[in-house]
């Protein structure tokens, strides 16, 4: 383990110098809309955590197939990363889309099926930091946390048609209105500006911490070695 | 590992062609199951006390009248199963772990996936058991009348999804520290799919809805069994490796 890479400095510069830009693009730059008023703002990162989130588990499931099918324990490190980091920011997307929902729903919460399945999600990924915890063989655990990443990737699509088959309420912002939908709105091109410009920053902040919790990783497994080496 | 099946191979092919040898193998590991079961009694009663345990709650949690009971009792019913699939899932993998049978298991020369399926078609067949028993008893209970071919066929292939994953987790848990208290935690979030369809496509066979409004729910099942019967089928060797 080397010192800090100059590019990861640069990159964590980069998206810092950008979530400040996103912030005041979301409040100065983005208009107000015109139904929902201030509360709208929230929309923006809204999405951008939430691919955050779809990001990392996309990338964990990956990751899996390739620790399994390499066995390099690089691959359950990017792995348990991954899910590590995508577990915090769907949880801010949840929220942030509930304090949206008040207003716009009437309630915090609905059980409306990407709600559903974001918590199912949640719950995958808490199953799997959990299954992690009860294994000591550093090799079993990663055999096992690829097998289930890998599973929860097959499983999630599976139970997002399962809920989708009820009615869904939850605006859909790319293609066709769903008529269910309450709270659909109109994007003016300043608003899908602000949009993608945060999809992007978080994607870079995404990468920038996964990057630092993979040498993290890389750290806690050189000190667990030590730990064997000293202790046996 | 490859060394190893290399060294099987002859073994198996002295006998008969391929395929035959591995069904061989399955039911082989299907009897042993049967018939420990059939010595001991353990494990199907107590899913069926566990069952009709849950059953029991139900009717005071959720006051099971004549108009509560037609809209309710899908839900009822595969909560009922899941909970007792669990805990068979649970002591079916468990005890193989606890006498070290399982390193037995893995010793022996055939395919490991052979193993998997004789578990799992075990598993299936102690479920399958408990059903058949729970299916009358709550019939006969709230006086609704489940005999319907089209629930009993959602209850059997709702039954091999669940079990396809569930004997997969079950596996993995066993040789967690935490054990019991992991597999549903792993098992719950990942049979959804599987359970809300069976749960939808049972209330529509017993609401006598159409089939267009069920046909959805049952490919769904369908399609979840194909997908983790032959998932389970390519990574239970990494789970099973030593």
Not at chain 1, 145 to 169: D, E, H, K, Q, W
Not at chain 2, 34 to 44: G, N, P, T, W
Not at chain 2, 205 to 233: C, G, H, Q, R, T
């Amino acid at each position: 383990m080397g010192p800090k890479p100059r590019l990861l400095s640069i990159l964590d510069s980069i998206a810092l110098v950008l979530f400040v830009i996103a912030v005041g693009m979301v409040f100065f730059y983005a208009p107000t809309e015109a139904v929902m008023g201030q509360v709208q703002r929230v929309f923006y990162f809204h999405v951008a955590t939430a691919w955050v989130g779809m990001l990392g588990f996309m990338a964990a499931g990956v990751a899996g197939i390739a620790y399994l099918r390499t066995s390099n324990r690089r691959w359950d490190i990017v792995s348990l990363a991954a899910v590590e980091i995508s577990l915090v920011f769907f949880f801010v997307a949840i929220i942030m889309g509930s304090i949206w929902a008040r207003p716009a729903w009437g309630t915090w919460w609905t059980w409306e099926p990407r709600l559903t399945t974001a918590t199912i999600v949640e719950l995958v990924y808490a199953a799997y930091l959990l299954l992690r915890q009860g294994i000591e063989d550093p090799d079993r655990r990663a055999r096992f946390g690829a097998v289930y990443t890998l599973l929860g990737f097959i499983s999630v699509p599976l139970t997002f048609v399962a809920i989708r088959l009820f009615r869904t309420i939850h605006p859909v912002v790319f293609g066709a209105g769903d008529a269910q939908a309450q709270g659909d709105f109109n994007m003016t091109p300043r608003m899908f500006q602000t949009m993608m410009f945060s999809v992007l920053t978080f994607s870079l902040i995404f990468a920038s911490l996964l990057w630092h919790r993979i040498r993290q990783g890389a750290l806690a497994e050189k000190v667990e070695q030590l730990r064997l080496r000293f202790t046996q | 590992m490859t060394r190893l099946r290399a060294e099987r191979a002859p073994f198996k092919t002295r006998q008969a062609s391929p395929a035959a040898a591995f069904l061989r193998a399955v039911s082989a590991v299907v009897w042993k199951d049967l018939a420990a079961e059939l010595r001991s009694r353990e494990l199907v009663s107590a899913m069926l006390v566990f069952a009709l345990l849950v059953i029991l709650i139900f009717n005071f949690a959720l006051e099971l009248n004549v108009k509560a009971r037609s809209e309710v009792s899908a839900g009822v019913l595969w909560v009922t199963f899941a909970f007792a699939g669990t805990l068979g899932l649970n002591r079916s993998m468990a005890s193989e772990k606890d006498r070290g049978c399982l390193d037995g298991l893995l010793l022996t020369p055939v395919d490991r996936s052979a193993i998997y399926f004789g578990k799992a078609i075990g598993n299936l067949i102690f479920m399958l058991g408990v059903e058949a028993i729970v299916l009358p008893l709550f019939t006969i209970l709230y006086s609704i009348n489940l005999f319907h071919p089209g629930l009993i066929l959602v209850t059997f292939l709702g039954s091999v999804g669940y079990i396809a994953i569930g004997t997969l987790l079950a596996s993995m848990a066993v040789q967690t520290r935490t054990r019991d208290i992991l597999l549903p935690i792993l098992l719950f979030p990942l049979a959804i799919p599987v359970l809300v369809a069976a749960v939808k496509a049972s209330a529509g066979y017993l609401a006598s809805s159409p089939m267009s409004e069920i046909a959805p729910w049952l490919n769904l099942i369908i399609a979840y069994d194909i997908i983790f019967i032959a998932v389970a089928f390519m990574v239970f060797d990494y789970i099973v490796e030593e």
